[in-house]
């Protein structure tokens, strides 16, 4: 079976990881999390690669950027894919909990991984699993907006992404201090929220002490990605 080829990119002003994934032997390629002011960057690598883009693959309904899925669509034709539990319009696929599709060789799993926003999924894709906001890299996503449950969040970690092999590689959709990616054993032996030694019952109270400021562009965002990023 052919390798499937990972490109991460970022987005400076959010901190945002958005990754082209694709098989050189057919030239199929998805993308995850797009971000609209990237647009012309994201088009120009895939054209530059020829390849041909058949899903947007959203982590979940971002409250810090504006997804570029529906411009995407209308210059590829690609299909807008969202978890079930998003309350999105306009997608073309919407997936339950254990959904697969496929691209060239290549099998998708969505998993269901609510917390940080009720309707989040990962990803998992032969050795990698892309987690959006749920895990980052010794860190999990807040939860205090969007439906958000800190009791989910662990148990969506915990119980399902920690499910995968050790050595399975964590591409999560932000991370703050310039690290790139993590594997499950990583985040199992040294992440401070969800790791091994932490107690359900300790993260919560954790999660009960801090106070974040909201994102700049909820108000913006939140309403446009409703709708597939529509403004």
């Known amino acids: ?64 950027h504006i997804t570029s899925a529906t411009e995407l669509r ?3 034709n690609a299909k ?18 254990g959904d697969k599709i496929n691209f060239a060789t290549h099998e ?14 990962s990803y998992y894709i032969r050795g990698s699993i892309f987690t959006g906001d749920t895990l980052f890299i010794e860190g999990t996503g807040r939860t205090d907006f ?17 499910s995968y092999p050790n050595e399975t590689i964590v ?8 690290l790139l990616n993590s594997t499950i054993g990583h985040e199992k032996k040294f992440n401070p929220n969800v790791g091994d030694k932490i107690s359900k019952e300790v993260f919560l109270e954790k999660e009960k002490r801090k106070n974040r400021p909201y994102p700049k562009k909820i108000n913006i965002a939140v309403p446009a990605n409703l709708n597939c990023g529509k403004v």
Request: proline share 2%.
């Open 146 to 162: 969007q439906e958000g449950s800190s009791s989910n969040i662990y148990d969506s970690v915990r119980n399902k992404i920690f």
């Open 171 to 178: 591409y999560p959709c932000h991370n703050y201090s310039g």
């Open 74 to 76: 209308q210059l590829t």
């Open 108 to 121: 998708i799993t969505a998993i269901h991984t609510p917390g940080h926003t009720n309707g989040c999924v």
């Open 80 to 97: 807008i894919c969202y978890g079930s539990k998003t309350g999105v319009e306009g997608a073309d696929i919407l997936f339950e909990d």
């Open 1 to 64: 079976m052919n390798k499937i080829k990972i490109k991460q990119m970022f987005d400076f002003d959010t901190l945002t990881y958005t990754y082209l994934l694709w098989d050189e032997s057919i030239n199929e390629s998805i993308i995850i999390d797009p971000v609209i002011e990237q647009l012309d960057r994201d088009i120009d690598i895939i054209k530059k690669l020829n390849l041909k883009l058949l899903y947007i693959l959203e982590t979940h309904v971002h409250a810090d």
